[in-house]
C-alpha cells in the first residue's frame, strides 16, 4: 500500500512550498512520496524547484481537476446565498475554486495519504496518522470543532437541522487544510449523489466563511464517512497547531508543553507577508526564525539580510506589545511624559 503526502501549491506560495518541502525531509517524512496538485497554471518556479527532487510530482491529471472544479461550480452555484453575496463582492461563481482542487487527492496515485496546506511546516513523525486510517477513513488532528460551528455551516438555515444532530456535528468538523484520508473515499459515485443533495437545496446549509472547508465538511458528515479526530478524542495528549499559540522552541522544532507538535499551520496568515520576508523585509511573523530556517536550509547562502524597521514600524510593534490600542490613549501617555 502506498503512502503519500499532497500539496496544494503554486508560485504564488513558492516560499511556503520550499519550506515545506525540506521540513518534510528532515522531520520524519524524507522517504514519504509528494505530490503537488496545482492551484493555477501559475507554477513556473514550482516546475523548477521539483525538478531537482526525487520523490516530488506535480500532479497532472486534468480530467480529474476539470471533474472536481465542475463539482465545486456546481455546489456553489446552487447556493442562492453564496451567489448573491458574492456577486455583491464581485467575486466569480466560486469564490477560491483553486481551493477545491484538493479533491483531486481522491484521484492520485496514493492509498493513503496526508493532505497539507502549503502554509504548513512539519514539525514531527506522521507514522501514527497513517495507521489510523487503518481503523477510519478519515483523520483528522485539529482544534476546529472548539470553534465556531458557523465556520463550516450556516447555522441560519432552518435546514441545518433536518439532516444532522448538531451536538454531534459540533464534534465532527474539522480544518480542511490537514487531514488524512484514503484514494477513492471521495469518487465519481458518492460525489455525484453527494452533489444531488446539494443542488437540491441542501447547499444553503454551507456557511461563507470559508472556501473548500464547509464543502469537505459537508461531504464527510453527510457521507457518513467514519471520522477520527485525535484533537477531540485525546485532547490531553495532542498538541496545538496554530501559529497564535505559544509554543517553545528547540532547535526549529515546536513542542507544546514538552510534547513534540506534529505540524504548525500558518493559516490565516497571507502569504504576501512572507513573500516580502523572503525579499528582505522586516515583517512580523510568528515563530519566523523557524519559517525562515526550513525555507533557506539547504541554501542557507540566499537567505535575505533583513532591513531594520522604520521608526513608525517600530512604534506600532512596541504599541502593540504595550497593549495600547487607541490612539487617543497613547496620545494622553505621552502628553503626560512630556508634562513632567
Request: glycine fraction near 6%; hydrophobic fraction near 40%; charged fraction near 20%.
Given at each position: ?174 480544518c480542511a487544510g490537514w487531514f488524512a484520508s484514503k ?158
Open positions: 500500500m502506498a503512502d503519500g503526502i499532497y500539496i496544494l501549491a503554486n508560485d504564488v506560495v513558492f516560499d511556503h512550498l520550499v519550506a515545506l518541502l525540506n521540513s518534510l525531509e528532515v522531520n520524519g517524512a524524507k522517504n514519504i512520496p509528494v505530490c503537488i496538485i496545482p492551484y493555477d497554471d501559475n507554477l513556473k518556479k514550482v516546475r523548477s524547484h521539483i525538478s531537482l527532487l526525487h520523490n516530488v510530482t506535480l500532479f497532472d491529471n486534468t480530467h480529474s481537476i476539470d471533474f472536481w472544479e465542475n463539482f465545486a461550480t456546481q455546489a456553489w452555484t446552487s447556493h442562492r446565498k453564496a451567489q448573491q453575496v458574492w456577486q455583491a463582492k464581485g467575486w466569480g461563481q466560486v469564490h477560491g475554486l483553486g481551493m477545491h482542487r484538493k479533491f483531486c487527492c481522491f484521484d492520485g496515485p496514493f492509498d493513503q495519504f496526508v493532505y497539507f496546506d502549503c502554509d504548513t511546516l512539519l514539525m514531527g513523525s506522521l507514522d501514527y496518522i497513517y495507521q489510523k486510517l487503518d481503523e477510519f477513513d478519515w483523520v483528522a488532528n485539529d482544534f476546529q470543532y472548539k470553534s465556531d460551528l458557523n465556520y463550516v455551516f450556516d447555522l441560519s438555515s432552518p435546514k441545518l437541522a433536518e439532516f444532522f444532530n448538531l451536538g454531534q456535528l459540533q464534534s465532527q468538523i474539522f484514494k477513492g473515499i471521495l469518487n465519481r459515485n458518492n460525489s455525484n449523489q453527494m452533489l444531488d443533495k446539494l443542488t437540491s437545496g441542501e447547499a444553503e446549509i454551507l456557511s461563507l466563511r470559508g472556501t473548500d472547508q464547509p464543502l469537505f465538511n459537508y461531504l464527510v458528515a453527510r457521507s457518513g464517512i467514519s471520522f477520527y479526530n485525535f484533537a477531540y478524542h485525546q485532547p490531553a495528549r495532542v498538541t496545538g497547531n496554530h501559529w497564535s499559540s505559544k509554543f517553545e522552541v528547540i532547535d526549529y522544532i515546536l513542542y507544546d508543553k514538552g510534547r513534540r507538535l506534529t505540524y504548525l499551520h500558518y493559516m490565516s496568515i497571507s502569504a504576501a507577508k512572507f513573500t516580502r520576508l523572503c525579499a528582505g523585509e522586516d515583517v512580523e511573523i510568528p515563530y519566523r526564525e523557524v519559517f525562515l530556517h526550513y525555507r533557506y536550509l539547504k541554501s542557507p547562502q540566499t537567505r535575505p539580510k533583513l532591513a531594520p524597521p522604520n521608526l513608525l514600524v517600530r512604534l506600532q510593534r512596541n504599541l502593540k506589545t504595550w497593549g495600547i490600542q487607541k490612539v487617543n490613549n497613547v496620545q494622553f501617555k505621552l502628553r503626560n511624559f512630556w508634562d513632567r
